[in-house]
T-cell receptor
Framework: GAGVSQSPSNKVTEKGKDVELRCDPISGHTALYWYRQSLGQGLEFLIY????????KSGLPSDRFSAERTGGSVSTLTIQRTQQEDSAVYLC???????????FGEGSWLTVV | GQSLEQPSEVTAVEGAIVQINCTYQ??????LSWYQQHDGGAPTFLSYNALDGLEETGRFSSFLSRSDSYGYLLLQELQMKDSASYFCAVSSVGGATNKLIFGTGTLLAVQP
């Protein structure tokens, strides 16, 4: 596509429910990132995929968080047993290795009530 | 581990010049990037420095000193639309696009 697409754009869920957030990167981009941004805060690194290499999961805050990337394209971030502190904007980004630019989607705004 | 420090807020007037500093501590440093984020929007790429020195892109310039673990973003001829948050980010694997770790951001307020 023309840009990084994320869905849903907004999600309200009850505490304890599981949620899935989807990211469709720019076509041809080999690198894909997930970040989390709480209101008025910085961008917290969650996970990084690069081509067929093992993902860098060092930023995932707990084992309730997982992500996969199928076919080197679409990625899904899953949060199990959501907690109120999971409320944030989840930003996905992609890049073409060596391009020098990382492109963000508009984010998925998650609210846990 | 990795950490980046930048001022939380900066205020300047229209037409002025402002400098936003960033200091970092990281292993495997490859470059420093800058991103702009307007309220409610997605971050957008501004510039990248892999080598020491100044990179200029229009009204924006970015500087890096690897020996000092320090960089800055310079915004000239400030406009109201420059009011936004500015994040520095360290690339810790290789190239500007690999595992970016972001600072906490600097909120720039441009006043008339």
């Amino acid at each position: 596509g023309a840009g990084v697409s994320q869905s849903p754009s907004n999600k309200v869920t009850e505490k304890g429910k599981d949620v899935e957030l989807r990211c469709d990167p720019i076509s041809g981009h080999t690198a894909l990132y997930w970040y989390r941004q709480s209101l008025g805060q910085g961008l917290e690194f969650l996970i990084y995929f690069q081509g067929n290499s093992a993902p860098d999961k060092s930023g995932l805050p707990s084992d309730r968080f997982s992500a996969e990337r199928t076919g080197g394209s679409v990625s899904t971030l899953t949060i199990q047993r959501t907690q109120q502190e999971d409320s944030a904007v989840y930003l996905c980004a992609s890049s073409s290795t060596g391009s020098g630019t990382i492109y963000f989607g508009e984010g998925s705004w998650l609210t846990v009530v | 581990g990795q950490s980046l420090e930048q001022p939380s807020e900066v205020t300047a007037v229209e037409g002025a010049i402002v400098q936003i500093n960033c200091t970092y501590q990281t292993s495997g440093f490859y470059g420093l990037s800058w991103y702009q984020q307007h309220d409610g929007g997605a971050p957008t790429f501004l510039s990248y420095n892999a080598l020491d020195g100044l990179e200029e892109t229009g009204r924006f310039s970015s500087f890096l000193s690897r020996s000092d673990s320090y960089g800055y973003l310079l915004l000239q001829e400030l406009q109201m639309k420059d009011s936004a948050s500015y994040f520095c980010a360290v690339s810790s694997v290789g190239g500007a696009t690999n595992k970016l770790i972001f600072g906490t951001g600097t909120l720039l307020a441009v006043q008339p």
